[in-house]
């Protein structure tokens, strides 16, 4: 829709369509960049969200504060510059922590740098810093807000135009950008069959994945049975909304030991996933927001040469993760985790000669073992992702209790590792032989 006006400038239209925060990441970067160069035209952004532009969906603040963010309040900043003393604005403006102790609240004032906010809290951060950014963009710059959910999207004409309010609304455009976020699936065919042996059976009810918050979790009775697929993020959101949700609380007891007082108004849990283990603990942060690990071996060089080898061998530039990309990353894991053990047996000095001797020798089995027996970690456990990421492959059990005991096991270990922090954690790799014997009858557990 550019057309030039009598004055020689040049106007503008562009849509995002999505605002929550990549929305809003956009919508920053634009005005930031429309500051920073100031161009002679009208410049008009659309933003489209049918809830609150910034939070979006998935971040809405009216939501429960027991769901909580997966990344440390000290790390997050939707503004691309830090704040420099003026007002918040596209360029410059603060972390959510910042935001949080500029803002004193009763919700949040236990919050530390390395904690993690409740989501609608993020929320609020969110559609302050739209507000922010709007408020501040520069007078050729206008953004315009639009509550609704686009329809389509489609070409006419040489133009892009978008519909809206069931077709009630439309709009052409110069430049759209699609930051649409969390969806909501179409059911596939996996999805179909639950949905159908649901609806076959009345006492059963199906609920697809979504985000938790928007999952009718209140209509599930206290003491039903619910059986969650999977053990990832979604799976600890709604045991949240299960339990905490539910009027349940953790208590301390004399021993230091964090036990669950329940309410009785929790269902009956039932959860498993391919694996056998949940999303396993998170390290305890020690690293500052400004941290970016800088890889070895998983470098853009290594990539190109990887594309450049796979179009002479394959006939495609196409990437194959397992082949390609897989030996890169164990190789980058394996240089960090064997440096942070020597680091921890000896110190920094030595950790760093390890460091520029194993780049040197990584892809040479043998040499590798010569090196780390050289630094005292032979011992060191070798690291096997397929096996981390599938522990109890294969493995079969006495019985439950067995299985269940295991799976402690390997939880304790790892939440006492992860406690050791993400700078000097790390030095362990989780074991890969579980101590349980082979049987010749499979005992089936979980959900495999």
């Not at 609608?120 to 315009?144: C, I, K």
Request: hydrophobic fraction near 40%; charge should be negative.
């Amino acid at each position: 829709m550019s057309e030039y006006t009598s004055d020689g400038h040049v106007d503008m239209d562009v849509a995002i369509v999505g605002m929550g925060p990549r929305g809003l990441s956009v919508l920053e970067r634009l005005v930031a960049r429309l500051t920073e160069t100031p161009v002679d035209a009208t410049v008009r952004i659309w933003t489209f969200e049918p809830g609150e532009q910034g939070a979006g969906r998935i971040w809405r603040t009216s939501q429960p504060h027991w769901f909580a963010m997966n990344t440390a309040a000290g790390e997050v900043s939707i503004y691309s510059g830090g704040p420099d003393g003026g007002p918040h604005r596209a360029g410059a403006g603060p972390s959510l922590y910042e935001w949080l102790a500029a803002h004193p609240d009763p919700r949040w004032s236990a919050l530390g740098q390395s904690d993690y906010a409740p989501r609608p809290v993020y929320g609020e951060y969110l559609t302050a810093a739209y507000r922010a950014v709007v408020a501040d963009a520069p007078a050729n710059v206008h953004v315009l807000p639009v509550s609704a959910r686009v329809d389509r999207v489609e070409r006419v004409d040489g133009q892009t135009v978008l519909t809206a309010y069931n077709g009630r609304f439309e709009l052409a455009v110069d430049k759209v950008i699609l930051t649409t976020g969390h969806p909501r699936n179409v059911p596939d065919d996996t999805n179909r069959q639950f949905l159908a042996h649901a609806d076959a059976n009345p006492a059963l009810r199906y609920v697809m994945g979504d985000s938790a918050a928007e999952m009718p979790l209140d209509a599930i009775a206290p003491g039903s049975e619910v059986g969650i697929i999977g053990l990832g993020l979604t799976f600890f959101d709604v045991v949240a909304a299960l339990t905490a949700g539910r009027g349940g609380v953790f208590t301390t007891d004399d021993n230091g030991v964090l036990r669950y007082r329940p309410s009785g108004k929790e269902p009956r849990i039932i959860a498993g996933s391919r694996s056998g283990l949940p999303m396993l603990a998170r390290g305890r942060n020690q690293k500052a927001p400004t941290y970016r690990y800088k890889a070895r071996f998983a470098t853009d060089a290594a990539l190109q040469a990887a594309r450049r080898r796979a179009q002479a061998e394959h006939g495609t530039a196409q990437l194959d993760f397992r082949r390609d990309v897989l030996p890169l990353l164990q190789k980058e894991v394996e240089h960090t985790y064997y440096r942070t053990l020597v680091r921890r047996r000896q110190d920094q000095a030595v950790a760093d000669q390890f460091a520029e001797r194993h780049l040197a020798v990584a892809d040479d089995p043998a040499l590798v073992d010569k090196l780390l027996a050289e630094f005292g970690i032979s011992d060191a456990k070798r690291i096997d992702m397929d096996r981390m990421a599938r522990p109890f492959a294969g493995v079969e059990f006495d019985s439950p209790a067995d299985f269940h005991r295991v799976v402690l096991d390997v939880l304790r270990l790892d939440v006492a590792e992860a406690l050791q922090g993400n700078l000097d954690g790390g030095a362990y790799a989780r074991p890969t032989n579980t101590g349980v014997r082979p049987k010749l009858h499979h005992l089936s557990v979980g959900c495999e």
